[in-house]
């Protein structure tokens, strides 16, 4: 059953909190926090008014609160703030709000913050007679994370008391309450609820029964009073563009920088902290830098260390979570606000792999953990991401892929990249590195793995993944794929891996720009049960010297050959040595003629001719393979090249 409706309540202020409404409420009342908290259903099957409301109210509860307060439930669930950020704040999406969560975990998510940072001269309120009563609202946005100032009043928010020095509402004490010490009445939604230290007889700190009590609105400036006025102004001026994001005015024109910006300044942040002071000249200033120092210095320096202690571990807890300084906090996303920059691809990645590097040699593990669910935008995945050579770090593996995303933005599909790149495409974009390969490490299969490799990387340019998983992708054999990469790797210097991925993205270039774009997948497709007429076969040898034995065979070589001209593809990827009617013997020497039939020496007289007619042959078939509908090409029904005629033609 519903209770019954308070005798009196307010009308919740604009930005409140659901803690900040509750405080208010309890005064009016003449009632402890907790108390009305468990009249109105915050408090169904605990003691206390549990943090996690603050995320969201799950829909009973809300709508048992709404009653009691005499609120809509729009105006209950405006209290918190997954129904006010989450469409602007994605990070709150990996809290849980209907369930006992850990709170610990959502700090190192930095998805909120159970206490509240605060601004005194926004707590002091409007002067109207309800503010002046009750105070100002504590704004729910002052739980956020990326929160540190207040544009409205040019200042740095504060966070903790200045009478006991402790943060207001401190997690460590606060328990994973939605406010700190909730049967405590008497105190006025605006004083600090924080228990008073004393020292015990052994010299140690102990809490008191007594609360702390002092005014919050009165709090002097006290966060980044090491900074100078410009400082401070750099801190609000980046506030003011974080604001803007996270809550929109629809009447202004959209935001110049596409996406979401919070999880790429989040993992910025966190790549600074983890690889500190590699990150340093990011910071602004020196004094701004000394902020994100004397935070990250004492963690790096335990990484940096022996095997960290139990004493020495809760430091370390201290590495994901936003500082809780407000500003440090802004010096540090200042800092990381600068490192992306612009997000211009080739100096983003400039500026963020040194830091990549040295959080890998600090803490690999660590490293691993926080790229690993990196949802980040695509410009920054690109820059984040470890290369072998010119490809996406991993090899085979299937490690953190999120961040192997594709390596640009492409117009074409990875279904129009054939398993070797065209020998025209080669000519015109790769031939030039043979002539600057050392020519003791190259020989006659030096093109085709320039042309496997060139493949490879267009895949990863349009779809990402490995250089294992864009061999999949191509239908290629991953053995394929580390061979190619083994023996480039010993035959190109440095400089021309460089030249290659150049060379590369002019194929790319060409391909973003082609109206006719070849689907090879679809090709490989329609072609998967292909075989070469039996009557195709002697007509294309006929009259060829010294190649009338060939004639009187079965027509598998031609199928082979034909196969790979149309799908450009490797000839030992041909479903015809991969048939069950070949037994090993027949498939070792059908392989032998056709590796004879591909050497550039042995292309000369009869094989030249017969090369000749076969790729006639491929260009009318492959034409028929495009147009044919979905389906409709197979072994059956391929054979409008065997026509006499046409056949006799070439």
Not at 205 to 233: I, N, Y
Not at 234 to 261: C, K, S, Y
Request: aromatic share 6%; with cysteine.
């Amino acid at each position: 059953m519903t209770p019954p409706p308070l005798a009196r309540s307010l009308a919740p202020l604009p930005e409140e909190s659901l803690p900040g409404f509750l405080l208010r409420l309890a005064h009016r009342l003449g009632r402890s926090p907790g108390r009305i908290a468990g009249l109105c259903g915050l408090t169904s099957d605990e003691r206390r008014p549990p943090a996690y409301h603050l995320i969201d109210l799950p829909h009973d509860v809300a709508a048992t609160f709404a009653a009691v307060t005499r609120l809509s439930q729009a105006e209950a669930h405006g209290l918190t703030l997954r129904h006010r950020y989450a469409a602007t704040y994605p990070v709150l999406s990996k809290a849980r709000a209907h369930s006992k969560i850990n709170t610990v975990a959502l700090r190192d998510y930095w998805a909120f913050n159970a206490s509240s940072r605060y601004c005194p001269e926004c707590l002091n309120g409007d002067r109207s007679p309800v503010q002046s009563a009750f105070g100002g609202p504590w704004k729910l946005s002052w739980h956020l994370p990326v929160v540190f100032a207040c544009p409205l009043h040019h200042r740095l928010l504060e966070v903790s008391c200045p009478k006991c020095g402790d943060v207001v509402g401190g997690a460590a004490q606060n328990r994973g309450n939605l406010v700190r010490q909730p049967q405590r009445e008497g105190l006025h939604p605006l004083q600090c609820r924080n228990l008073l230290p004393e020292e015990t007889s052994a010299g140690r700190r102990a809490l008191r029964k007594e609360s702390c009590g002092a005014r919050l609105d009165m709090t002097p400036q006290t966060s980044g009073s090491q900074l100078s006025e410009q400082e401070r102004a750099l801190m609000i001026t980046l506030q003011e563009r974080l604001d803007r994001r996270l809550a929109p005015d629809p009447a202004e024109p959209a935001a110049a920088t596409p996406g979401d910006p919070f999880p790429d300044l989040i993992l910025a942040a966190g790549l600074i902290k983890l690889s500190w002071p590699a990150g340093a000249d990011f910071a602004p200033t020196h004094a701004i830098a000394a902020l994100i120092d004397a935070h990250a210095a004492p963690i790096t320096a335990i990484l940096d260390g022996p095997r960290p202690t139990h004493s020495t571990y809760l430091r370390i807890a201290d590495l994901w979570p936003a500082p809780s300084d407000p500003a440090t906090c802004g010096a540090l996303l200042l800092a990381a606000d600068t490192l992306l920059g612009d997000r211009e691809p080739s100096s983003l990645r400039e500026r963020v792999q040194p830091l990549v590097q040295a959080a890998y040699e600090r803490a690999p593990k660590r490293a691993y953990h926080l790229l690993r669910g990196a949802e980040v935008s695509a410009a920054v995945a690109r820059s984040l991401v470890r290369r072998r050579q010119i490809f996406h770090a991993g090899g085979s593996s299937r490690g953190p892929g999120r961040l192997r995303g594709p390596s640009r933005d492409c117009r074409f599909s990875a279904e129009e990249v054939p398993q070797l790149v065209p020998q025209a495409w080669f000519d015109d974009h790769l031939a030039h590195l043979i002539d600057r390969i050392p020519q003791r490490k190259k020989n006659s299969w030096t093109v085709r793995h320039l042309r496997r490799a060139a493949s490879l990387k267009l895949v990863e340019m349009t779809a990402g993944g490995t250089w294992g998983e864009c061999a999949e992708t191509l239908g290629m054999p991953r053995g394929c794929a580390a061979g190619t990469l083994q023996v480039l790797n010993g035959a190109l210097p440095g400089d021309l891996w460089e030249e290659l991925a150049a060379s590369v993205e002019r194929i790319a270039a060409e391909l973003d720009h082609n109206p006719n774009r070849i689907n090879y997948a679809r090709r490989r497709r329609a072609m998967a049960t292909w075989r070469m007429p039996m009557s195709d076969w002697p007509e294309l040898c006929d009259g060829i010297p010294k190649l009338g034995r060939l004639a009187g065979q079965a027509p598998n070589l031609g199928t082979v050959l034909v196969w790979a001209e149309v799908t450009q593809s490797e000839h030992l990827n041909c479903p015809v040595l991969a048939a069950t009617v070949l037994d090993s013997r027949e498939r070792y020497l059908l392989v032998d003629r056709v590796a004879q039939f591909l050497t550039p020496a042995n292309q000369k007289a009869g094989r030249l001719e017969l090369r000749r007619r076969l790729g006639l042959y491929a260009a009318r078939l492959a034409v028929q393979c495009d147009s044919a509908a979905s389906g409709t090409f197979g072994r059956d029904t391929a054979t409008a090249p065997s026509d006499r005629s046409k056949v006799a033609e070439l």
